[in-house]
């Protein structure tokens, strides 16, 4: 330790120098912070999909609406836990900038289905009362608050492209009882969730189908098995039915970004590496340059080992301060929420991510450090010390 | 000398011996050429994106569609209403009468070539006369469907992304075969990402009795009031009327601002990343020469002059790496194909990234910009050494 203050004070040798490595150090850092949190938005749903969760939906493709009475009949299946239907409803209030993901479903089975979906039992007891009653997320309640100051209480009026209007009402109202919060880290807290008896009464098309069913089997270990009992069931009606793992739907769902998310995170990733690079080899000049004090230093009869530790101490030190500072400022920015909630739902760096960048600043400091570090402990003290000449 | 000989000298001076501090000049142009490549990059995939949804409209072909609907998706029009719009003025005519088709559009999964992941192609079903009204579609392998059989053709762009789409194939959609008859080019526009085929068998196929659009070819662009005005006045529609190209306007501003917003804000914390790196090199290189520049001043040359030396080189630093990441983004990025979904329309739109002379310049225009920044202080510092003093370091 009594050599920290040796380290220090070559890092303070040229503050211009450090600062400015330092802030580079950083902003890469803060960039990998924020790219983590874009990617695992793009992944949204596959991280906290439930293992013993399946997704029921038409065989042709989402939009194709499935029978409401499938509901009975999938829970008849043997192995089949809970069911939950869905649709999509595409809510626009106001204006279409605020689109909210809106979902009429059954309060009881959807609460079951979902418990990363927490409400209070008051909460809960008031949806139950309330036939026009609707629970929003925290993250989309929080920011219609701010700007169309929604409150507890309110009644809010709803259009829907698809659904056009409801019998006898030219809006859709909904009565906001209460807000929802993810009791898990990286589930959606922007969704807007409403009653499935108030939609079936008010819709003038299409009444008596759903969208997609969420099922929940007895065994996850089965869970493969029941996805083709449930589609087996249905095979050769007119509405045949594709069943999948929660996670496989959430994967598929993503990748239908593609590409452009493997792209911008490919070249994103690059130049991650370009700033580290730039960075390292600034840090690796800064010991070059010190060659002479180097050799003072052996001749003074400091061994090569401490040497070469000394040198990493100091790239790493750098490496470590920088990288530390960018990962923890991007996660105090994340916790203020999604920059553009539509796209990017849910906003959070996951843990593992956090984790590998603090590995990545560790390998950084090491890597700028070995080449310098390995030629101070190699240099010859005479070599050195006639550089001072 | 006067003061503008000793600019040139100085300068010229400066640059010539950049080659002796390759290695940190190296440096930064590399850390800017890595933000313009992402810049860019990243730009050019709206631009594509874009390009592709501006090349499918038209300002004389007009779109109806459901009063509040805002795709196809979400529309739906009864056979009634389309023969009213089919009726309504300034609508061109062909040999078969007014040139309208009146469409269905749904969404069909088929994997992905590249993932062999599912993803939403749309599936458009089309009256005969469709060719006519779009007027840019043409058939550049196999054939048009023949009516009446389930038959398809399949765009250019989704006939290289999506498995299965191949001449002759035939695919699985529910409980009917449909066979892969022709394949289209459609001007660029995102009606290549789609497959065809004739409405009046995909209507029963979906279980449908009702179309989602009619596009109408109109006599003129200027007969597009007209029209519009007819159908939004007539009691027995409720209707929305769009040209093609107010229509596709619409369709992707959510994802180019989305893509363009996330490009910029990149691009700028990466510039940061890299203006630092610009200044340590700048800075360095006037450390390393503090003797030669405290000689130079010795001589009589100027604070301005050599301002603007370091300034030079900075620039000229930065511009190599501007070109050397726009041309590696051009190289790399410029057509290449790529597929995602839009998700006003919940469809896959496939495009080509397009590298656009605009963005070559704002990339020049950036790496300008850091080169200035980047050189600005250290010249500073540069003309501001005590010479006395200076002139000693070793």
Same mark, same amino acid.
């Given at each position: 330790?009594?050599?920290?203050?040796?380290?220090?004070?070559?890092?303070?040798?040229?503050?211009?120098?450090?600062?400015?490595?330092?802030?580079?150090?950083?902003?890469?850092?803060?960039?990998?912070?924020?790219?983590?949190?874009?990617?695992?938005?793009?992944?949204?749903?596959?991280?906290?999909?439930?293992?013993?969760?399946?997704?029921?939906?038409?065989?042709?493709?989402?939009?194709?609406?499935?029978?409401?009475?499938?509901?009975?009949?999938?829970?008849?299946?043997?192995?089949?836990?809970?069911?939950?239907?869905?649709?999509?409803?595409?809510?626009?209030?106001?204006?279409?900038?605020?689109?909210?993901?809106?979902?009429?479903?059954?309060?009881?089975?959807?609460?079951?289905?979902?418990?990363?979906?927490?409400?209070?039992?008051?909460?809960?007891?008031?949806?139950?009362?309330?036939?026009?009653?609707?629970?929003?997320?925290?993250?989309?309640?929080?920011?219609?608050?701010?700007?169309?100051?929604?409150?507890?209480?309110?009644?809010?009026?709803?259009?829907?492209?698809?659904?056009?209007?409801?019998?006898?009402?030219?809006?859709?109202?909904?009565?906001?009882?209460?807000?929802?919060?993810?009791?898990?880290?990286?589930?959606?807290?922007?969704?807007?969730?409403?009653?499935?008896?108030?939609?079936?009464?008010?819709?003038?098309?299409?009444?008596?189908?759903?969208?997609?069913?969420?099922?929940?089997?007895?065994?996850? /270990?089965? $869970? @493969?098995?029941? +996805? &083709?009992?449930?589609?087996?069931?249905? #095979?050769?009606?007119?509405?045949?039915?594709? =069943?999948?793992?929660?996670? /496989?739907? $959430? @994967?598929?769902? +993503? &990748?239908?970004?593609?590409?452009?998310? #493997?792209?911008?995170?490919?070249?994103?990733? =690059?130049?991650?590496?370009?700033?580290?690079?730039?960075?390292?080899?600034?840090?690796?000049?800064?010991?070059?340059?010190?060659?002479?004090?180097?050799?003072?230093?052996?001749?003074?009869?400091?061994?090569?080992?401490?040497?070469?530790?000394?040198?990493?101490?100091?790239?790493?030190?750098?490496?470590?301060?920088?990288?530390?500072?960018?990962?923890?400022?991007?996660?105090?920015?994340?916790?203020?929420?999604?920059?553009?909630?539509?796209?990017?739902?849910?906003?959070?760096?996951?843990?593992?991510?956090?984790?590998?960048?603090?590995?990545?600043?560790?390998?950084?400091?090491?890597?700028?450090?070995?080449?310098?570090?390995?030629?101070?402990?190699?240099?010859?003290?005479?070599?050195?010390?006639?550089?001072?000449? | 000398?006067?003061?503008?000989?000793?600019?040139?000298?100085?300068?010229?001076?400066?640059?010539?011996?950049?080659?002796?501090?390759?290695?940190?000049?190296?440096?930064?142009?590399?850390?800017?050429?890595?933000?313009?490549?992402?810049?860019?990059?990243?730009?050019?995939?709206?631009?594509?994106?874009?390009?592709?949804?501006?090349?499918?409209?038209?300002?004389?072909?007009?779109?109806?569609?459901?009063?509040?609907?805002?795709?196809?998706?979400?529309?739906?029009?009864?056979?009634?209403?389309?023969?009213?719009?089919?009726?309504?003025?300034?609508?061109?005519?062909?040999?078969?009468?007014?040139?309208?088709?009146?469409?269905?559009?749904?969404?069909?999964?088929?994997?992905?070539?590249?993932?062999?992941?599912?993803?939403?192609?749309?599936?458009?079903?089309?009256?005969?006369?469709?060719?006519?009204?779009?007027?840019?579609?043409?058939?550049?392998?196999?054939?048009?469907?023949?009516?009446?059989?389930?038959?398809?053709?399949?765009?250019?762009?989704?006939?290289?992304?999506?498995?299965?789409?191949?001449?002759?194939?035939?695919?699985?959609?529910?409980?009917?075969?449909?066979?892969?008859?022709?394949?289209?080019?459609?001007?660029?526009?995102?009606?290549?990402?789609?497959?065809?085929?004739?409405?009046?068998?995909?209507?029963?196929?979906?279980?449908?009795?009702?179309?989602?659009?009619?596009?109408?070819?109109?006599?003129?662009?200027?007969?597009?009031?007209?029209?519009?005005?007819?159908?939004?006045?007539?009691?027995?529609?409720?209707?929305?009327?769009?040209?093609?190209?107010?229509?596709?306007?619409?369709?992707?501003?959510?994802?180019?601002?989305?893509?363009?917003?996330?490009?910029?804000?990149?691009?700028?914390?990466?510039?940061?990343?890299?203006?630092?790196?610009?200044?340590?090199?700048?800075?360095?290189?006037?450390?390393?020469?503090?003797?030669?520049?405290?000689?130079?001043?010795?001589?009589?040359?100027?604070?301005?002059?050599?301002?603007?030396?370091?300034?030079?080189?900075?620039?000229?630093?930065?511009?190599?790496?501007?070109?050397?990441?726009?041309?590696?983004?051009?190289?790399?990025?410029?057509?290449?194909?790529?597929?995602?979904?839009?998700?006003?329309?919940?469809?896959?739109?496939?495009?080509?990234?397009?590298?656009?002379?605009?963005?070559?310049?704002?990339?020049?225009?950036?790496?300008?910009?850091?080169?200035?920044?980047?050189?600005?202080?250290?010249?500073?510092?540069?003309?501001?050494?005590?010479?006395?003093?200076?002139?000693?370091?070793?």
């Amino acid at each position: 330790m009594k050599f920290l203050a040796l380290v220090f004070s070559n890092l303070k040798r040229k503050k211009l120098r450090t600062t400015l490595t330092l802030l580079s150090i950083f902003v890469a850092f803060l960039l990998f912070g924020f790219l983590s949190a874009i990617k695992a938005a793009f992944l949204a749903g596959v991280d906290i999909a439930g293992a013993d969760r399946l997704i029921v939906r038409h065989k042709i493709s989402l939009i194709q609406p499935l029978p409401q009475s499938y509901e009975a009949k999938i829970e008849a299946i043997p192995g089949v836990d809970a069911v939950a239907a869905l649709t999509w409803f595409g809510g626009i209030y106001k204006d279409p900038k605020n689109f909210i993901a809106t979902f009429p479903t059954d309060p009881d089975k959807y609460l079951n289905m979902y418990p990363e979906v927490v409400v209070t039992p008051e909460v809960a007891a008031k949806w139950k009362q309330t036939r026009n009653g609707a629970v929003v997320g925290k993250a989309t309640f929080d920011r219609m608050a701010k700007l169309e100051s929604w409150k507890i209480g309110d009644r809010i009026p709803f259009t829907s492209p698809i659904w056009g209007q409801p019998a006898g009402q030219s809006q859709w109202e909904f009565e906001i009882v209460g807000v929802y919060t993810a009791g898990k880290k990286g589930a959606d807290e922007t969704s807007f969730l409403f009653r499935y008896d108030y939609f079936e009464e008010a819709r003038q098309e299409r009444k008596g189908t759903v969208g997609w069913f969420g099922v929940r089997v007895k065994d996850a /270990a089965q $869970a @493969a098995e029941i +996805a &083709s009992r449930i589609d087996a069931q249905f #095979a050769n009606s007119p509405h045949e039915t594709k =069943a999948e793992a929660e996670g /496989a739907f $959430a @994967a598929g769902f +993503a &990748s239908q970004v593609g590409d452009i998310g #493997a792209i911008v995170m490919g070249v994103v990733s =690059a130049v991650f590496f370009t700033i580290l690079l730039v960075a390292g080899n600034t840090m690796g000049q800064s010991v070059r340059e010190r060659t002479e004090e180097i050799g003072v230093l052996k001749a003074m009869g400091y061994p090569n080992g401490l040497v070469l530790v000394l040198v990493l101490l100091e790239s790493c030190l750098l490496a470590m301060l920088g990288g530390f500072a960018g990962l923890g400022i991007a996660w105090l920015v994340t916790l203020g929420g999604s920059p553009a909630p539509q796209m990017l739902p849910v906003f959070v760096i996951p843990h593992r991510d956090l984790l590998l960048g603090f590995g990545f600043a560790i390998v950084l400091g090491l890597l700028a450090g070995t080449i310098p570090a390995i030629s101070a402990m190699r240099l010859q003290i005479a070599v050195a010390l006639r550089k001072l000449g | 000398m006067n003061w503008l000989s000793q600019i040139f000298a100085v300068v010229f001076y400066n640059l010539r011996t950049i080659p002796e501090r390759k290695g940190s000049a190296l440096t930064a142009a590399v850390g800017i050429a890595g933000v313009v490549l992402v810049l860019v990059g990243v730009l050019a995939i709206a631009a594509g994106f874009q390009k592709t949804l501006a090349s499918s409209g038209a300002k004389d072909i007009a779109i109806v569609l459901r009063a509040g609907a805002d795709t196809e998706m979400n529309s739906g029009l009864s056979r009634e209403d389309t023969r009213l719009i089919s009726d309504a003025p300034g609508i061109a005519r062909g040999t078969a009468g007014p040139l309208t088709s009146a469409e269905l559009f749904v969404i069909i999964n088929l994997p992905k070539r590249s993932t062999g992941t599912d993803a939403n192609v749309p599936l458009r079903g089309v009256s005969a006369s469709s060719f006519d009204v779009r007027g840019n579609i043409q058939i550049v392998e196999g054939r048009k469907f023949e009516t009446g059989k389930n038959e398809i053709i399949v765009g250019t762009g989704a006939a290289r992304a999506f498995a299965g789409l191949d001449l002759g194939r035939e695919i699985e959609i529910g409980t009917n075969k449909w066979k892969v008859v022709g394949i289209f080019s459609g001007g660029g526009g995102s009606a290549e990402s789609e497959i065809w085929s004739d409405a009046d068998v995909l209507m029963p196929a979906y279980n449908r009795d009702g179309f989602q659009s009619v596009y109408a070819r109109l006599n003129s662009a200027a007969s597009f009031t007209q029209f519009k005005d007819a159908l939004t006045t007539n009691p027995q529609l409720k209707v929305k009327v769009l040209t093609l190209d107010e229509f596709f306007a619409e369709q992707g501003t959510m994802m180019t601002e989305f893509i363009t917003g996330i490009g910029v804000f990149i691009a700028g914390m990466m510039a940061l990343g890299a203006l630092f790196a610009a200044l340590n090199t700048m800075y360095g290189a006037v450390a390393a020469r503090t003797r030669e520049i405290a000689t130079l001043r010795a001589l009589g040359f100027g604070a301005g002059p050599i301002i603007t030396s370091v300034l030079a080189e900075s620039i000229a630093v930065a511009l190599v790496g501007g070109v050397l990441g726009a041309a590696v983004a051009w190289l790399a990025f410029d057509g290449y194909q790529a597929s995602t979904i839009n998700w006003q329309t919940f469809s896959q739109v496939t495009f080509a990234f397009a590298v656009t002379p605009a963005l070559l310049i704002t990339a020049i225009v950036w790496a300008t910009i850091l080169g200035v920044l980047g050189g600005l202080f250290p010249a500073i510092r540069a003309a501001r050494l005590p010479i006395a003093a200076a002139l000693r370091e070793t």
